[in-house]
């Protein structure tokens, strides 16, 4: 095995799926009232997805090929030029390649989304239970998203304005009515409505 080569695959692979991770998280809590904000959780989607492919791509070379150093230093860019990889491999072996490729990239795609929104929802859960601060805030709009009732609040903490957009279990408030809300002191983007958290931590 090309250890240079193998080191040159993890070094991009993780460095993408990092970065991919750490601006999905940024931008996590603000995507509700700001459309910019779902593309940026997109782009880093994307991020995330060219990070697998070298990852697959380096696990494929190896299960394939048995030294990577046969196969060399393939981008997930031009794994997509198939003519150039029939002529170079042979066509059953860049086939099986390619196939390999697929089987490993998507499942790792799947569990890397999974594994972010345990995180997410963890974060959640030990902001609001350990730094979490209770707020009556007044309702500000009302709008409907399949069926279900939401309410846009607004409050201030630090000096920073939040704006949220929470479902509400209670369909009878209206604009102009109140409700109790917790968020975190850490980070005020995360907000959930008292009776929902309280309902969730049972």
């Known amino acids: 095995m090309n250890y240079k080569i193998t080191i040159q695959y993890l070094l991009i692979s993780i460095l993408l799926i990092g970065v991919s991770f750490l601006l999905a998280y940024h931008f996590w809590w603000k995507i509700d009232l700001n459309s910019n904000q779902f593309f940026k959780i997109v782009f880093a989607t994307m991020i995330c997805w060219f990070g697998i492919g070298f990852l697959s791509i380096l696990?494929?070379?190896?299960?394939?090929?048995?030294?990577?150093?046969?196969?060399?230093?393939?981008?997930?860019?031009?794994?997509?030029?198939?003519?150039?990889?029939?002529?170079?491999?042979?066509?059953?072996?860049?086939?099986?390649?390619?196939?390999?490729?697929?089987?490993?990239?998507?499942?790792?795609?799947?569990?890397?989304?999974?594994?972010?929104?345990?995180?997410?929802?963890?974060?959640?859960?030990?902001?609001?239970?350990?730094?979490?601060?209770?707020?009556?805030?007044?309702?500000?709009?009302?709008?409907?998203y399949k069926g279900n009732k939401r309410a846009q609040i607004n409050f201030e903490f630090n000096n920073e304005k939040i704006s949220k957009i929470l479902f509400l279990k209670d369909t009878l408030k209206n604009v102009g009515d109140f409700e109790t809300i917790i968020f975190s002191s850490r980070n005020p983007n995360i907000v959930e409505l008292k009776s929902e958290f309280e309902e969730n931590s049972k």
């Open 59 to 144: 696990i494929s070379g190896i299960i394939v090929f048995k030294n990577i150093e046969k196969m060399g230093f393939i981008s997930p860019f031009s794994l997509a030029m198939n003519g150039y990889y029939y002529e170079k491999f042979g066509l059953e072996t860049a086939k099986k390649l390619k196939n390999t490729f697929s089987l490993i990239a998507f499942p790792t795609l799947f569990i890397l989304i999974f594994a972010f929104y345990k995180i997410v929802n963890l974060v959640e859960y030990t902001d609001l239970t350990y730094y979490g601060i209770e707020k009556s805030v007044k309702i500000e709009q009302i709008s409907y």
